[in-house]
């Protein structure tokens, strides 16, 4: 079936756009805010070749079609009206939902969009790690570097990235966002924190800014974000139309800057740091056992949209210890879910499916799983209870290694 009419069925089976307040989509699935689930037609919706697989929670329908899912979506759109959201990744809708559920909608909508660039840049410093330890070439090179820089880059001015995708989750100006990162990044506070020469700034005489170094940190701007996008809107509510274009940008920057740097930044490398230390904790107490836990709910949360949970958690590790055991653990994961799926490709007869299965393993070994979980694994449960175990004990083997 060609994408327009993917598109066409996908609307009919969900209740047409009458059914839906807001359709957007991540990196495989279409997600729509529903009005009344007993429209949605299930049936119609198992029979689409291309659909992998669907969920529904919270008013939600999810459904999975792949990587080609931007495709689908501007067939979609169309169809849908009033109802597609301007953020086609994270768009959501102002309905109260339970607290977990928005909580995991946000961290999805916040690094979905930014995780080709960190996946594709940690790629390249594992491909750079591998041909050193090979002796390929040598890590002082100017090829070492110069790879090194585009590999880095990504990690280091990571806030950057953060501000503006949470400026679209949050709904505020993306480009004042980006000014706060900046000015957390700025080489005087970096420069500061490594020399640890001053614990802080006093900012008009009286108000403590402490030094830390925010480069690679995610929690700090997130929350920095948030609280600007409160900021923003109040101050553009209260000023005269005609001082809003100059005035709520300039005020906006000023307080939000002024409250990161005092309040929420230095809460934010607290927390952080919480966060890692509670991690490092469980594997000192026992690696094989966290490694186990770990590796045994991954596929899990995958379906359920947890797994983006550990993305902020593996990041700040980068950032306060300069390696993290997580992701290569995430890693682990996904290999037991391509390996427990690409064994179903040999069991298959049908020629179709064998090809459906093929290609969900594919994305699977790139680092995307959701084809292979609710198109293959979801369908076969002997196989996902044995990608689950060879997950389990992969990452505990690796835990070992820690």
């Known amino acids: 079936m060609a994408y327009a009419d993917v598109a066409r069925a996908i609307a009919a089976a969900v209740g047409g756009p009458d059914n839906v307040t807001n359709v957007w989509h991540c990196m495989t699935r279409l997600r729509f805010r529903i009005v009344d689930e007993s429209r949605i037609d299930y049936d119609a919706l198992k029979k689409i070749p291309q659909v992998m697989g669907t969920k529904f929670g919270s008013g939600q329908l999810q459904v999975v079609v792949g990587t080609e899912v931007d495709s689908y979506f501007q067939e979609l759109a169309p169809l849908m009206g009033d109802a597609v959201s301007e953020d086609a990744e994270s768009g959501e809708d102002e309905e109260k939902k339970p607290v977990i559920d928005t909580l995991m909608d946000t961290v999805s909508g916040i690094f979905g969009p930014i995780v080709p660039a960190i996946a594709g840049a940690g790629m390249i410093k594992g491909l750079m790690a591998g041909l050193v330890a090979v002796g390929a070439i040598s890590n002082a090179s100017d ?93 553009d509510k209260v000023l005269p139309k005609a001082m809003r274009t100059v005035f709520t940008p300039t005020l906006s920057l000023f307080a939000g800057g002024i409250l990161a740097f005092a309040v929420i930044g230095p809460i934010g490398i607290y927390l952080g740091n919480a966060l890692g230390f509670a991690i490092q904790w469980m594997f000192a107490v026992s690696p094989i056992v966290a490694g186990l836990i770990f590796g045994a709910i991954r596929p899990i949360a995958v379906f359920t949209g947890l797994h983006h949970a550990m993305t902020p958690i593996a990041l700040q590790n980068f950032a306060t210890q300069g390696w993290d055991q997580l992701m290569p653990m995430m890693f682990m994961a996904n290999m037991a879910m391509m390996g427990a799926t690409l064994a179903m490709y040999f069991k298959v007869e049908d020629a179709e499916e064998r090809s459906n299965i093929g290609a969900a393993a594919v994305s699977a070994l790139l680092g995307i799983t959701e084809p292979a979980l609710f198109g293959v694994l979801a369908k076969y449960r002997k196989a996902f209870i044995a990608a689950t175990i060879g997950s389990a004990v992969a990452s505990a083997f690796f835990a070992t290694l820690c």
């Open 143 to 235: 090829t070492y570097i110069v790879l090194d820089m585009i590999a880095s880059g990504v990690f280091t001015f990571l806030p950057f990235f953060i501000a503006y995708s949470a400026a679209r989750i949050f709904k505020t100006n993306g480009f004042v966002a980006v000014a706060i990162a900046a000015a957390m990044q700025y080489p005087t506070m970096t420069a500061a924190a490594a020399a640890k020469e001053i614990s802080q700034y006093l900012l008009f005489g009286f108000i403590p800014v402490p030094v830390f170094s925010y480069a690679g940190n995610v929690i700090p701007i997130i929350l920095a974000v948030w609280a600007l996008s409160y900021i923003y809107r109040w101050i």
